[in-house]
């Protein structure tokens, strides 16, 4: 969703994503160690970390990355349920 929405511009060229980005955030998960993923929580915040760590440190505008962090919310609130979504927002 964050690849139809945030389309390039000629001042906004580097917003190209594609599954490279997506396997980063993967990486990222499977590359922490398990004794820090305790729980369900943790999982999920720390899938949350690597979302915004791998598609919003691309964005140079602040309304972007604020899109982005909404969309993963969006998602972790359809997908892993309302209250496991509490902890993607960007205060956790």
């Known amino acids: 969703k ?3 929405v945030l389309l390039p511009t000629p ?6 994503f594609n599954l490279r980005e997506l396997s ?24 949350r970390h690597e979302c915004t760590r791998v598609f919003g440190d691309k964005l140079a505008r602040e ?6 962090e909404k969309l993963v919310h969006d998602f972790a609130a ?9 902890y993607t927002s960007p205060t956790c």
Do not use: C, N
């Open 11 to 16: 001042a906004r060229f580097h917003y190209i």
């Open 63 to 68: 309304q972007d990355k604020s899109l982005v």
């Open 24 to 47: 980063r955030v993967f990486q990222g998960i499977m590359e922490t160690p398990q004794a820090v993923i305790s729980d369900e929580e943790r999982l999920v915040s720390l899938w």
């Open 78 to 86: 359809e997908h892993f349920g309302e209250q496991l979504a509490t």
């Open 2 to 4: 964050v690849q139809r």
